[in-house]
Structure formats: structure tokens, C-alpha cells
DNA sequence: TGTTTTTTATACTGTTTCGCATAATATAAG
DNA sequence: CTTATATTATGCGAAACAGTATAAAAAACA
């Protein structure tokens, strides 16, 4: 480790910290990277395209390349800040307590906000729409996108498991199986939500396989 | 109808017909469109070059355009092929007559042949993968998409409404409900294909899903 | 044989693309 | 005030892009 330079102290945090040494930066990297997250979203890899990033960002090329790397670094930053976001949103949903309809009815709220937002018509899910076609061909984002999958399994897997604890779901039910069929009801949302379709329609379908999941019962 | 050149006998069907007046054509057209089909399968609309189509299928620029017209008309004629191929290996299963359980698995294994295939990796599903990423802009592309689920949907809820005129299900079950999670566990299937899930786990997934739709009972 | 018709082949145009090289600017440090 | 550092601003350049104009080729017709 040969290096002069104190190294900033770990400019994570947006803390504006001990003022830097060289011309203060014109933007705000987190408020850059959603914006470029917004584009990659409404348009995808490869339909969005340097100009338009530069313009959104109000970053100039070069700025570009100097906080966030080339094109695909860039998709790639803003794919891991869509599903920290998105892993925010559902959090607490996931760890408070409470019971099975009801986490299930509020995490599917969610997932539609997300979905449906964007001023020009519903942006989707990022894994659904783009990062899962990049997969087939592009390990590193294959990784996420297994990650993701593997992650919203495991936590209604778990959802589903303390429900069955407690005796609000039959002892015959199978948490690993009910956990992959929630998973695929927010797979078929994200789909259809793109293509437009109400969010009245997106919650019946919700209400439908929350009904299947946990007995039609009320 | 001032038209004076007889027209050529509807040449929709491949028949050689009575000897045409110019050059012969030196592609066939419906394979043309399936070299296409797999490119924007591959690579969807925006990452798929006319340089690439053209190579794939063997014409050149101008008789692309000839034959399906510009780039966005080639897909959409693409991806109508797409879907007249899915039906027509879909539509005997939903036609005959059989338990709801075997019928379940079958269209399952259709899908994933579907999806599956590929040289170059899972090309997972059309409408899912390019089609409804790009109906959020493109009304007629959007209608495509659109159709296809409500389609899928109905053939779904009239096996599961059959099935339970025959008691293989509970009076209770609900053919539309149970419809919208056979759809969404498709759904899921193919998004997972794309990103290289193997087909072990694919089956195991739609098994899970049979067994909460029909019950658990072998 | 010569004309008409249909397709293929070549090449061009103007635009857009990504990435980077270079120069100007703004701050801290010495 | 000078130097070092870090960023912004401008714009180049080679390649790729979609679409089309023009010419050559291959068949039927007269």
C-alpha cells in the first residue's frame, strides 16, 4: 500500500466531510444514479443511451464515466440501487409481526407503487423487464438477478413458516411451495403493470393468490 | 378496384402457385421471419441490428423491407409468429380431454421446451422477455401483449372449471383465481428460464404449483 | 429477341452511438 | 501567488445505425 494521499474517509456516507481538495462536484452522485435508474427502467440497456443519461443526470459524458464507469457499470450501479430501494420498501414488512393476509396484502401495496410509478407510464419491475434478459447473456447481472429471486424467496418462505407456527395456516402446508407461488404472483404483477394494466385488476389478482395461499377463508 | 395485374392468388399459403412474373425470390419467407424471431428473441428489439437480421436470415437490406417492411414491422410479425407457434403447441392440450393435474403438466413442459431452447442460451418467453417491455409505449405491441394474457387466462380458468364440473376439484374452487396463478406460475417460469435456472428446478416450481391448485393429493 | 416485371446486390446518406482526448475551471495546499 | 488536484466543458473520431436510391440480375411475356 504505497500511497501518499490520505484517502478520503470512505466517502460513502454523503456526509459533505473535511472539504475536498480539487473543483467541488456539479451533482449529487445519489441523485444522479436514480435518475439514470428512471431511464434504464422506461427504456431499458440498450435503448438508453449516453446522450439521454448525460442529459437526465445533467452530467456531462466524461463526469459520467468518472463517478459511475462505463455504460453497463452504470446499469449495473443503478440495478444495485433499485433493489436496495426496493429491499427498503419492504422491510419492516418483512420483520414486524403480523398476520400472514395482512404482510402479504401490504407487501403486494408496495410492489405496486413501485411497479406503477413513472411519468411516462409504469416503469415495471427493473428485474423483470431488463435485468433478466441481460442475464442470459451477462454473469455479473445473472447473479443479481439469482440473488434477487433467492432473497424474496427466502423471506415469504419465512413469512410463510411462522404463519404455520402460529396456527393461521394448515399443518399440511408447504411454506418452500406457497413461498414460490407469492413469489411468482409479484412476477405476473410486474409483468402485466407494464403492460398497462389498472391496478384495480393488479390487486384482484393479488387478492386472488392471497386467497389461495392462505385458505379463501377471511 | 381499378387494378389492371391479376392479383397473385392470395399467396398466403406457401403453395409455388402458377409461376410469378419477375425474379424468384431466393429466401423463403417463413423461414426468413424465424431467423428473426430468434435474434429479437435473443437480443430484443433495440440490441437486434438490421446488419444482423439480414445476415441471419440471408437477405439484404432492401428486401427486408420488401418482404415485412420496416424494423418495428418485423417484429411485430415476429412476435405474432411466436405466438401462433406457442398456441399451435399449446392447442391439443387444451383441446383434448384429460385430468386437470396431467393437463397442468403438460402445458408446463411445453413452456419450458419453449423457453429452453436455444443455442446460445434459455430464450426464455417472447412476450415476457421483449414484448411487454416495449407495449408500455407501443399501443399496438401493448394489444399483442395484452390479448396473450387474457387468452392464456381463459384457457386456463375453462380447464379449471371443467375439471371441477367433473370433481376434481372442491366445490369451493375458484376456475378464475386458480387460472390467474396457473398464469403466473408460467410467468415465473419464464422469467427464471432467462436467467438460467435449470430445468430441474423450473418443474419442481410448476410441481409445487399443481399441488397447491389441484391439492396436494397425489 | 426485346420488353416488362420482380427481386437481388451494392453502396450511399445523414444520424446516432460510445468512449476518450484535450482544455478550461474551481478549489485546497504550500 | 504558485502549484497540485479534482472536476467540468467541449468536441473529436471511428464505428454502427436505419433506411433508401440506384443498378444489376433473373424470370415471364409478347
Known amino acids: 500500500m504505497v500511497q501518499k494521499t490520505k484517502t478520503p474517509p470512505a466517502s460513502g456516507s454523503d456526509a459533505p466531510g473535511p472539504r ?54 452504470l446499469y449495473i450501479k443503478s440495478y444495485q440501487r433499485y433493489r436496495d430501494d426496493a429491499r427498503a420498501a419492504m422491510r419492516d414488512i418483512f420483520r414486524e409481526e403480523m398476520p ?24 415495471g419491475c427493473f428485474t423483470v423487464m431488463t435485468a433478466a434478459s441481460e442475464a442470459v447473456a451477462d454473469p455479473e447481472i445473472r447473479a443479481m438477478v439469482l440473488e434477487g429471486f433467492a432473497e424474496l424467496d427466502k423471506a415469504f418462505a419465512s413469512c410463510f413458516r411462522l404463519a404455520k407456527d402460529k396456527g393461521e395456516l394448515p399443518a399440511t402446508a408447504d411454506p418452500a411451495v406457497l413461498a414460490q407461488i407469492a413469489s411468482a404472483t409479484i412476477h405476473t404483477i410486474a409483468i ?20 389461495v395461499m392462505c385458505g379463501a377463508g377471511r
Not at 41 to 68: C, H, Q
Not at 100 to 123: C, F, M, N
Not at 201 to 207: C, R
Open 20 to 73: 475536498r481538495r480539487g473543483r467541488p462536484r456539479a451533482y449529487q452522485p445519489d441523485v444522479a444514479l436514480a435518475k439514470a435508474l428512471d431511464l434504464f427502467r422506461k427504456d431499458g440497456f440498450a435503448a438508453t443511451s449516453l446522450d439521454e443519461l448525460s442529459a437526465a443526470t445533467g452530467m456531462n459524458r466524461p463526469s459520467l464515466y468518472g463517478a459511475f464507469g462505463d455504460k453497463r457499470e
Open 192 to 211: 402485466r403493470a407494464r403492460a398497462r394494466v389498472p391496478r384495480k385488476e393488479l390487486e384482484a389478482i393479488a387478492k386472488g393468490a392471497i386467497d
Open 100 to 123: 400472514i393476509r395482512k404482510r402479504l396484502h401490504r407487501i403486494y401495496a408496495v410492489a405496486l407503487d413501485i411497479y406503477l410509478s413513472g411519468e411516462a407510464g409504469p416503469r
